[in-house]
Nanobody, 122 residues
């Protein structure tokens, strides 16, 4: 029921920062939100997620301490703040939404954006 559009990707040097944004077509207060990423030739993996109810966040070990998810229900947006970027962070980043509790499994999400490319050079 909701459409998602990611933006903010681009090329950045290792150690740099990027802020990705996910704009929803409508209210997201009833959805748990997540960011996934998929590097070339790999499976889609969880980056981070935030609950629709508690707002509690989860981050993959690979990005914990460097990335932060923030949601603004009033603006119908979810951001992914990425700091201390590494070449291994290079991937297409996707915003996703689902009803109910948040999940780290891509197959459990109902709605997806088209993705935005993040490339980190060494």
């Amino acid at each position: 029921q909701v459409q998602l559009v990611e933006s903010g990707g681009g090329l950045v040097q290792a150690g740099g920062s990027l802020r990705l944004s996910c704009a929803a077509s409508g209210p997201i207060n009833r959805y748990s939100m997540a960011w996934f990423r998929q590097a070339s030739g790999t499976e889609r993996e969880i980056v981070g997620r935030v609950s629709w109810s508690s707002g509690g966040a989860y981050y993959a070990d690979s990005v914990k301490g460097r990335f932060t998810i923030s949601r603004d229900n009033a603006e119908n947006t979810v951001a992914l703040l990425m700091n201390s970027l590494k070449p291994e962070d290079t991937a297409v980043y996707y915003c996703a939404a689902k009803t109910g509790r948040s999940s780290s499994y891509a197959t459990s999400y109902n709605f997806w954006g088209q993705g935005t490319q993040v490339t980190v050079s060494s």
